[in-house]
């Protein structure tokens, strides 16, 4: 059984189950077409997650990455690699909306 999912994204599976089905599907062909482990594939879309500044998809998939087992240290080292990057401030945003998400 799926867990149902929180927010507008669940909504628009409830009202719109087509759309949703062919957007999971296209999630699965590209998780699906590359070596990329399980754990590389989770901590790259929380990396593209803070990338794009997203404070609901960081949380996501810091989410998935702690029910997948990942340990904090390496989520709360993907907010740390932005620095470079992104710059300091994205970072520490990254890494607050990392620490929203309690075990």
């Known amino acids: 059984m799926t867990?149902?999912?929180?927010?507008?994204?669940?909504?628009?599976?409830?009202?719109?189950?087509?759309?949703w089905k062919a957007y999971s599907a296209l999630?699965?062909?590209?998780?699906?077409?590359?070596?990329?482990?399980?754990?590389?594939?989770?901590l790259v879309k929380l990396a593209l997650a803070i990338g794009v500044g997203s404070e609901g998809a960081v949380h996501s998939h810091t989410r998935r990455a702690k029910v997948d087992g990942i340990e904090v240290a390496a989520?709360?080292?993907?907010?740390?690699?932005a620095i470079g990057p992104l710059g300091l401030p994205r970072a520490v945003a990254?890494?607050?909306?990392i620490e929203d998400i309690d075990d």
């Open 75 to 81: 989520i709360i080292q993907v907010a740390m690699l």
């Open 27 to 42: 999630g699965k062909a590209t998780a699906d077409c590359g070596p990329l482990t399980d754990r590389e594939k989770r």
């Open 94 to 97: 990254a890494k607050t909306w």
């Open 3 to 19: 867990r149902p999912m929180p927010g507008a994204a669940g909504d628009l599976a409830d009202e719109h189950p087509d759309i």
